[in-house]
C-alpha cells in the first residue's frame, strides 16, 4: 500500500514569505503529526491531528499552524518565515501508538 | 514529562561486529519505544517498537531491542554489522498514559559508521 507522501521535497523561500507543506497519510490513518528536524535542535514535535481536530501541540510560536482535511490530508503552514524555520519538515500517520508511527520522507525547507 | 537519552552522538563498529546503541528513558507510566532509522535525505523508518508485550522485541534487518524496566533502558543491538547499516538512529518514547496524547519524543541520535 502506499505510504506517508510528502509535497513538495524541496522548497527554497525568502524570509518574510509564507509556506504550506501537504501531507498525505497511509489510506485509513486517521492520525497525523508533523516535526521539525534541524541540526541543532533534533526531532522537535510540531502538532498532531486527528479527524480534523488538533489534538496536542508542541512548543513553537503561533506562525507555524496545521489542519487536516475529512480525508485526513494534512497541511502545515509557516507564516512570515525566518532563517531559523530552514529545516526538514516531516509527517508521520498512525492508526494509534499501538501501531507506531509511519513517517514520510519529508520537505526540507530552505529560508533565504 | 517523559525524556529519551542516547548515549553516544557517533558509533563506529567494524562489518560483522556486534551494534549496540544505547537508550535511556525517563518516563512516570511503562511507555511505548520506537527505533527508527534515517538514511540520508530520506524520512524515519521503524525498526521496532515495544509495546508492552515481549521485553525482547525482535525488528527488521536483524536488528534487535530488549526493554529492562529497572534500568529504564531499551538499547539496540544487531548481532553482526553490514555496510548497508550506516546511517543515523533515534530512540523514541510515547506516553500512553494520556489517551489522544500522540506524539514521540525523540532522542538526539546516532550516527553508526561501519568500518569495512
Known amino acids: 500500500k502506499a505510504g506517508v507522501t510528502q509535497t513538495p521535497r524541496y522548497l527554497i523561500k525568502t524570509r518574510g514569505q509564507q509556506v504550506t507543506l501537504s501531507c498525505s497519510p497511509i489510506?485509513?490513518?486517521?492520525?497525523v503529526s508533523w516535526y521539525q528536524q534541524t541540526p541543532g535542535q533534533g526531532l522537535q514535535f510540531l502538532f498532531e491531528y486527528f479527524s480534523e481536530t488538533q489534538r496536542n501541540k508542541g512548543n513553537f510560536p503561533g506562525r507555524f499552524s496545521g489542519r487536516q482535511f475529512s480525508n485526513s490530508r494534512s497541511e502545515m503552514n509557516v507564516s512570515t518565515l525566518e532563517l531559523g524555520d530552514s529545516a526538514l519538515y516531516l509527517c508521520?500517520?498512525?492508526?494509534?501508538?499501538?501501531?507506531?508511527?509511519?513517517f514520510g520522507s519529508g520537505t526540507r525547507l530552505t529560508v533565504v | 514529562a517523559q525524556s529519551v537519552t542516547q548515549l553516544g552522538s557517533h558509533v563506529s563498529v567494524s562489518e560483522g561486529a556486534l551494534v549496540l546503541l544505547r537508550c535511556n528513558y525517563s518516563s512516570s507510566v511503562p511507555p511505548y519505544l520506537f527505533w527508527y532509522v534515517q538514511y540520508p535525505n530520506q524520512g524515519l523508518q521503524l525498526l521496532l517498537k515495544?509495546?508492552?508485550?515481549?521485553?525482547l522485541v525482535k525488528g527488521i534487518n536483524g536488528f534487535e531491542a530488549e526493554f529492562k524496566k529497572s534500568e529504564t533502558s531499551f538499547h539496540l543491538t544487531k548481532p553482526s554489522a553490514h555496510m548497508s547499516d550506516a546511517a543515523e538512529y533515534f530512540c523514541a518514547v510515547s506516553d500512553i498514559s494520556n489517551f489522544g496524547n500522540e506524539k514521540l519524543t525523540f532522542g538526539t541520535g546516532t550516527r553508526l559508521t561501519i568500518i569495512p
Open positions: 515495544y509495546t508492552s508485550a515481549a521485553t
Open positions: 489510506s485509513g490513518h486517521r492520525s
Open positions: 508521520a500517520s498512525s492508526l494509534s501508538q499501538l501501531w507506531g508511527y509511519t
